[in-house]
């Protein structure tokens, strides 16, 4: 590599053409600063107002870039490497690409571009200050544009020191526009490789090398969701998650309601996080990986005040582009915490390139259609699912060895692997988050990934056959075989609304945001048992009474999953308040009736410390179960935990569209009861628009409906239950089960009673049992009974719509008649 020029004493007009501070530059300066740069320019100039701060900087201009290739000769034998290059001859690729990058790092710097980057990196540290420790990014004009992300196409270097570092990391900056993945990426977007310019951004570096950093999106970059920012955080710097090294902690913040000035952290889900990145003031590259303790990795990487910091910060941006662009703009963020400062500070701002992309007039919904062994497991990213023969590639020299339309499993990606991941039907990784390059390639390129699985190349073996399914909410699973599946196209402007509302049963909160774009009016049924036996997994009154736990294992099993909680109830109001404000966000502002919880003895037994206090029953599905609970001293204090749950989401969270329902109310008594312990607890009937409904599952439920009109706000008629106590069969019995039939007249009868009670008396009535979901005909029988609403399993909701329109359509024709 030839030595730069030595730099002029004083300034010139041409210098000054090659560089522009932040503050000097905003996103209509893409053109001569690049689109990262642009970005940065922006926010410092214009949000640093509303509280956002951006480390101060400067960029390198387009004409900079053209400059150096007019004085060293370049440009000419750059275009004459790349002409007909082939993106899909690797080998082509790798040896045109090495060449295109030589040429620019043997050049040498002309004299008036890096007199002006020394000049304007002295005034940078200020007079007489230490150089300042900076950060070296490369900006592409033809990048973070909306349609086009580019992540990761050119290179960063961090902890750069001195003049001299810093130009070398500028040549090496320049040079990175010819990485083969750039190549590539640029080939198939369509863009010519000489007419893209490259400016640097260089900016003081957060020392988040002694904290924490990540990246954060303001929408769920699975679903796209618009409701949520997803926050990625590791400790030390930020290019392990970028890079996919680490499994990182991720966390979910509402945005509506944080507008409003509540605390909706939804979700908080502990990463790995193995490694992080810090300074290597002796080595080559400046930064290294070094272990991360095992009691640092079993805390978050930053607080509560912190995660809700950033996702204000996430909403001001978002607003901010939106306006600049008229329309609405999710954003794609880096951001840092110094460790010396305690300070956030955002590092890079770009528009996401996917989900915002999205016709979202047409839903597609896939289905396994069955289930096969699972192999491995781990973040799903996308909703999709592929079949394929695995292909293991351990390193990039090995690329070669794969072919179209296999899986690609490897332990993690960078941007030198693109060229194959675009011939992938799907992609497993090792390592990384839902954040990671793997995981944002795999989206743009619309293929199914599943990430940070840990030992995907070690179980799955080359030439096995294998099914990737990312649709089964956010655990993505690769299964053994070809496994059949669907998918269903539903064109959503056709498809009218009913007058009988529909919801929607969900369980899982997970797959609550996707299921989200589903047409419906709500959630009917919110099961808490999903939740409990998932999230939480520990019976409340094995936490709340934990000295006196006889059963070591549970006792040590419940120590490793509580570490980190000051008091062991709060471990389990926080993952059931999160789980319940998953599935109320996704719907908000529309109703979602959230069912206490409805375990039998036997099950509650079965969660982590349960056996020591349930009580063994003969016939647990009569026995000790919903509203008979409660009261009880045998679990009081467990369902006040469900309680303080329950009010967190309502309260802290802001999430007022949650309801409440009690199961199994066997007397208009116990109904009282039950209300008057939820008061006690703080959930008062009625305060802040809480509705309480009872499920309507037992006789005495509808032959006393009018009593029970008086205590509750409304009915759900759970059919499962109901058809089993009229009929007198036990639905857990195969021997007795041909007689299970909702569609049978006693059922029937009891169903039309109850609706004609709740009208009477002006309640509000719905079903949230399976029958109308597996019966076509007994949802037909609810809407001419008159039912306020029907609430089905996600799968069927579009085909009951269309038979509750039909019906209908039908009943007013008959009227008018």
């Known amino acids: 590599m030839k030595a730069d020029a030595p730099s002029p004493t004083m300034s010139t007009p041409l ?6 501070w932040f503050s000097e530059i905003g996103i209509e300066d893409v053109a001569t600063v690049g689109g990262k740069n642009a970005s940065l320019g922006e926010m410092y100039r214009e949000l640093s107002s509303q509280g956002v701060k951006v480390p101060n900087g400067f960029a390198t201009t387009a004409e900079a870039y053209r400059y150096f290739l007019r004085e060293a000769g370049l440009d000419q034998r750059l275009s004459d490497i790349l002409r007909e290059v082939n993106s899909r001859n690797l080998e082509d690729l790798r040896k045109r690409g090495k060449d295109a990058r030589q040429a620019i790092l043997s050049a040498a710097i002309p004299a008036e571009l890096a007199a002006a980057i020394r000049d304007a990196y002295r005034k940078l540290n200020g007079d007489g200050g230490q150089p300042a420790d900076v950060a070296v990014r490369s900006s592409a004009t033809a990048e973070d544009l909306p349609t086009a992300s580019f992540a990761g ?9 001195g003049e001299d570092q810093l130009l070398v990391a500028c040549k090496r900056c320049f040079a990175s526009l010819f990485t083969d993945r750039a190549i590539s990426y640029r080939i198939d977007k369509g863009f010519d490789h000489l007419r893209i310019a490259l400016s640097i951004g260089i900016q003081k570096m957060v020392r988040s090398d002694l904290a924490a950093s990540g990246i954060m999106f303001s929408i769920d970059t699975e679903s796209g969701f618009p409701g949520a920012v997803l926050i990625n955080a590791s400790y030390g710097l930020g290019e392990n998650i970028v890079q996919g090294a680490i499994n990182p902690d991720e966390y979910y913040v509402f945005k509506p309601t944080l507008r409003a000035g509540f605390r909706p952290i939804l979700q908080k889900a502990l990463g790995s996080k193995e490694f ?36 204000r910060w996430a909403c001001v941006i978002e607003d901010h582009y939106s306006k600049k662009r008229g329309k609405f703009t999710p954003m794609d963020m880096e951001w840092a915490k110094d460790g010396l400062t305690g300070e956030l500070f955002v590092l890079q701002a770009r528009p996401e390139t996917v989900q915002s992309q999205k016709n979202r007039n047409v839903l597609e ?38 072919r179209d339309g296999e899986i690609l499993v490897t332990e993690k990606t960078d941007p030198d692997w693109e060229p194959v991941m675009k011939r992938a039907a799907a992609i497993v990784t090792n390592r990384g988050g839902r954040t990671c390059h793997a995981a944002i390639v795999s989206r743009e390129l619309g293929v199914p990934a599943v990430v940070g699985t840990d030992n995907g190349t070690e179980v799955l073996r080359n030439g096995e056959s294998v099914t990737v399914s990312c649709a089964e ?107 319940i404000a998953m599935i109320t966000a996704a719907f908000y502002p529309k109703d979602v009736i959230f069912r206490l919880s409805d375990f039998k003895t036997n099950e509650y037994a079965n969660l982590i410390g349960g056996k020591q206090f349930e009580p063994v029953e003969r016939n647990p599905m009569v026995g000790f179960r919903g509203a008979s609970r409660y009261y009880n001293p045998r679990y009081q204090e467990g369902f006040a935990l469900e309680c303080a749950a329950a009010k967190r989401v309502r309260e802290e969270m802001g999430l007022t569209n949650l309801k409440l329902m009690v199961p199994v109310v066997r007397t208009v008594e116990e109904g009282r009861r039950v209300l008057a312990e939820m008061e006690k607890n703080g959930l008062v009937r009625g305060q802040n628009g809480l509705e309480i409904y009872m499920m309507c599952e037992v006789p005495s439920n509808v032959i006393l409906a009018e009593e029970f009109a008086e205590v509750f706000d409304g009915f759900s008629i759970g059919s499962n239950d109901l058809t089993q106590l009229v009929l007198g069969v036990d639905r857990d019995s195969e021997i007795v089960a041909p007689i299970f039939d909702e569609r049978n007249e006693a059922v029937k009868r009891m169903v039309a009673q109850v609706i004609r009670t709740a009208k009477a008396e002006g309640r509000k009535i719905g079903i949230c049992g399976q029958a109308p979901s597996d019966y076509p005909e007994f949802a037909e029988f609810l809407v001419e009974q008159g039912i306020d609403s029907i609430s089905l399993n996600p799968d069927t909701v579009i085909k009951t719509t269309l038979v509750v329109l039909k019906k209908e359509k039908e009943l007013s024709q008959g009227k008018d008649e």
């Open 276 to 311: 992080k990145l810090v300074y290597d003031l002796g080595g080559s590259k400046f930064v290294k990986n070094v272990p991360v303790p095992p009691e640092e990795r079993r805390r978050y990487a930053i607080s509560d005040e912190e995660i809700l910091q950033l996702a």
């Open 473 to 579: 909410g956010e655990v993505g699973t690769v299964y053994e075989g070809t496994l059949p599946f669907t998918v269903e196209r539903i064109d959503l402007q056709e498809l009218p609304r009913p007058r009988t509302k529909i919801l929607m049963n969900v369980g899982n909160p997970e797959q609550a945001f996707s299921l989200s774009f589903i047409p419906n009016d709500g959630v009917g049924l919110a099961r808490m048992e999903f939740i409990l036996t998932t999230y939480v997994r520990i019976h409340p009154m094995a936490l709340i009474h934990f000295d006196q736990l006889e059963d070591k294992e549970a006792k040590a099993e419940i120590e490793r999953l509580t570490a980190g909680y000051r008091e062991k109830r709060e471990f389990f109001i926080e993952k059931l308040a999160q789980g």
């Open 153 to 161: 196409q050119q290179e960063t270097y961090l902890n750069i020191q």
């Open 15 to 20: 210098q000054a053409s090659f560089v522009r």
């Open 365 to 402: 919904i896939y289905r396994l259609q069955q289930k096969g062994k699972p192999l491995v497991w781990g973040r799903s990213v996308g909703e999709k699912i592929a079949s394929g023969v695995a292909r293991v590639i351990q390193s990039v020299p090995l690329l070669h060895e794969f």
